[in-house]
């Protein structure tokens, strides 16, 4: 009985020396996943837009990063561990700005698109009017300029720009699929099929049930 007793001591002994270090690590574990979810979940709050009531409201940080001299274009549809973001830049005694990606650690700097590729200036002003990306990857809509403000479309793909409005523009949306835009341009509302860079104006596939007054439907 005694050693019955002695052996399930030591037993216990054991789970209880496995066991700590094991909730110790899912305890801290569990630690920074709230403080992750915390942080995540200020993000995704303040991308709202309905939350936003100035350009100060928006949230942004600095990253450090450096462009390489013998720099690679991005591919499309390579897949990358961590999320990627679209930035522009200049070297030191360059005219025009070109556009790149990196992660969010700031590191594996890519090429996206030099002003020749783009066909124009790329003019990310603000949030309203920066570079966004197809879900896909392979797409990216963004005000420009090139003598006056246009809406391009650039096929990372082929490395071609293309011109499709005048004007300032931003996507407000995408459909499921992917294939259609949704764009504001100059205020009014449009659908943009990526693939025959068609665009259509909500008012004119709509017009019966569109109030063009306040770029609504009734």
Same mark, same amino acid.
């Given at each position: 009985m005694k050693k019955k007793l002695l052996a399930y001591s030591l037993g216990a002994l054991c789970v209880g020396a496995i066991a700590y270090p094991a909730w110790k690590m899912i305890k801290e574990k569990l630690a920074y996943d709230k403080d992750y979810q915390k942080q995540l979940t200020s993000l995704v709050k303040a991308v709202e837009i309905k939350r936003w009531k100035t350009r100060t409201d928006i949230l942004s940080w600095r990253i450090n990063a450096s462009i390489p001299e013998d720099i690679e274009y991005e591919v499309w549809d390579e897949q990358y561990e961590i999320p990627r973001i679209l930035f522009k830049a200049r070297k030191s005694g360059d005219f025009y700005y070109h556009l790149y990606s990196m992660g969010i650690d700031g590191k594996d700097v890519k090429l996206v698109a030099t002003r020749e590729d783009f066909g124009s200036d790329i003019w990310p002003l603000g949030y309203f009017t920066r570079p966004n990306r197809s879900p896909d990857g392979r797409y990216i809509i963004s005000t420009s300029n090139d003598k006056s403000f246009g809406c391009t479309l650039y096929d990372i793909d082929k490395? =071609?720009?293309?011109?499709?409005?005048?004007?300032?523009?931003?996507?407000?949306?995408?459909? #499921? $699929?992917?294939?259609?835009?949704?764009?504001?341009?100059?205020?009014?509302?449009?659908?943009?099929?990526? =693939?025959?860079?068609?665009?259509?104006?909500?008012?004119?596939?709509?017009?019966?049930?569109? #109030? $063009?007054a306040n770029n609504i439907f009734f």
């Amino acid at each position: 009985m005694k050693k019955k007793l002695l052996a399930y001591s030591l037993g216990a002994l054991c789970v209880g020396a496995i066991a700590y270090p094991a909730w110790k690590m899912i305890k801290e574990k569990l630690a920074y996943d709230k403080d992750y979810q915390k942080q995540l979940t200020s993000l995704v709050k303040a991308v709202e837009i309905k939350r936003w009531k100035t350009r100060t409201d928006i949230l942004s940080w600095r990253i450090n990063a450096s462009i390489p001299e013998d720099i690679e274009y991005e591919v499309w549809d390579e897949q990358y561990e961590i999320p990627r973001i679209l930035f522009k830049a200049r070297k030191s005694g360059d005219f025009y700005y070109h556009l790149y990606s990196m992660g969010i650690d700031g590191k594996d700097v890519k090429l996206v698109a030099t002003r020749e590729d783009f066909g124009s200036d790329i003019w990310p002003l603000g949030y309203f009017t920066r570079p966004n990306r197809s879900p896909d990857g392979r797409y990216i809509i963004s005000t420009s300029n090139d003598k006056s403000f246009g809406c391009t479309l650039y096929d990372i793909d082929k490395r =071609k720009g293309h011109s499709f409005a005048s004007g300032r523009c931003f996507v407000e949306s995408w459909t #499921d $699929d992917g294939r259609v835009a949704i764009i504001n341009i100059n205020a009014e509302t449009a659908l943009l099929t990526l =693939k025959s860079k068609e665009l259509k104006y909500i008012k004119y596939i709509y017009s019966q049930d569109f #109030d $063009d007054a306040n770029n609504i439907f009734f």
